[in-house]
């Protein structure tokens, strides 16, 4: 598997980062870890986790996951959302059972130490590899928020610092904040339907040698081919999503079907797969970030590093789903998306 750089940091990660924002971790712990053990024999060592991922409980599986063999793993998360406290504006909330949970931005210092202290006993360990600041708190300055990381980082807690959702405005403030210790990377959304960072922030990381870290680069399975002939169940919370609305669904699989999957069949690659070729192949994109649920859906995304695109792909690809007129008004709004998502994972954590 080849590796990159994550920015200056002196870490080196795979083109594939194994994505932590587990399902039904508790009950599919067995199955976990078979993943988990054919992704490290494979060489996708680097895990990208978050305390929000089902309210602690992804972390606390990943590190029993982890037991052991600590030292084989580039691990990363994040810090400044809350879902127990009062402070911070408000990034989505649910009423379950009766109690109403809201998740907070919240980067002040004492939040920040708070993360990571909790994400270390957590996650059974004494060092995060790369910790990333996961929403943008604007009720707290960037160099606040930078200058606490600075001070985990002096004690040995982490070893890197990042960012996630930041704007290119951002990304050079907690640059400029952090000093002579370079800003490691950003995690943005990215993919052949979401390429808002290619007006700037690609080609800014990339110049400020900053990782640039793709999350969601199938477009939540949409570029899988998942609903070409709707394979997803009827209360899966994606189909409420703009870009799985009937409208939307029309262009993106006529793309699939007319444009992406003729260059998987020279190939010998599935849609997934080339999708995924695409966004690693992408200058400036130092990895994608991919969730495998199986030991299958992992050796597609090690075929999709070894795909190589022609120049004149790339750009058939990048042209033809980049024109795509597609309406992000449709559909059910994001906090809503994500409202219902919480509802389903929280009465999930609060039956444990």
């Known amino acids: 598997m ?12 795979p083109k594939i980062v194994l994505g932590g924002m ?9 199955e976990l870890r078979r993943v988990l053990d054919y992704a490290l024999d494979c060489g996708l060592n680097a895990i990208d986790t978050a305390p929000l991922y089902e309210f602690g409980a992804a972390e606390r599986v990943l590190g029993r996951l982890l037991k052991g063999r600590r030292e084989k793993v580039c691990l990363m998360t994040k810090v400044g959302l809350r879902w127990d406290g009062d402070w911070g504006d408000i990034l989505f909330e649910a009423r379950v059972d009766g109690r109403s949970i809201a998740v907070r931005r919240d980067s002040r210092p004492e939040a920040v130490r708070r993360d990571v202290d909790e994400s270390l006993a957590r ?14 708190d604007r009720h707290t300055p960037i160099a606040e928020t930078m200058g606490e990381l ?11 610092i990042g960012v996630s959702n930041f704007s290119e405005s951002e990304l050079v403030e907690a640059q400029r904040t952090l000093g002579a210790v370079a800003l490691a990377s ?38 899988a081919g998942r609903m070409l002939k709707r394979t997803l169940p009827a209360h899966d919370g994606r189909l409420s999503g703009a870009l799985f609305q009937a409208r939307n669904l029309r262009h993106i699989n006529r793309a699939l079907e007319e444009v992406l999957a003729p260059i998987g069949r020279r190939l010998g690659a599935g849609l997934a797969e080339v999708a995924l070729a695409w966004v690693v192949a992408r200058p400036g994109v130092t990895a994608a970030i991919v969730g495998a649920q199986n030991e299958e859906q992992v050796r597609s995304a090690i075929v999709a590093t070894r795909l190589e695109l022609t120049e ?3 750009a058939t690809l990048a042209d033809a789903f980049g024109a795509l007129p597609l309406d992000f008004r449709s559909g ?20 444990r």
């Open 123 to 136: 996650l059974g360990c004494d060092t995060l590899d790369l910790v990333q600041v996961h929403h943008r």
């Open 186 to 223: 950003i995690q943005n959304e990215y993919s052949l339907l979401e390429r808002s960072a290619d007006r700037v922030l690609l080609a800014q990381a990339r110049s400020h040698d900053v990782a640039f870290l793709a999350y969601s680069p199938l477009a939540r399975g949409v570029l």
């Open 312 to 314: 004149s792909e790339f």
């Open 22 to 30: 587990f399902r039904d971790t508790v009950a599919r712990e067995t």
């Open 332 to 351: 059910t709004p994001l906090i809503q998306r994500i409202n219902s998502k919480l509802r389903r994972v929280a009465r999930k954590v609060l039956r």
């Open 150 to 160: 600075l001070r985990l980082r002096e004690e040995g807690k982490l070893r890197a």
């Open 2 to 13: 080849q590796r990159r750089p994550l920015g200056r940091s002196g870490i080196d990660i």
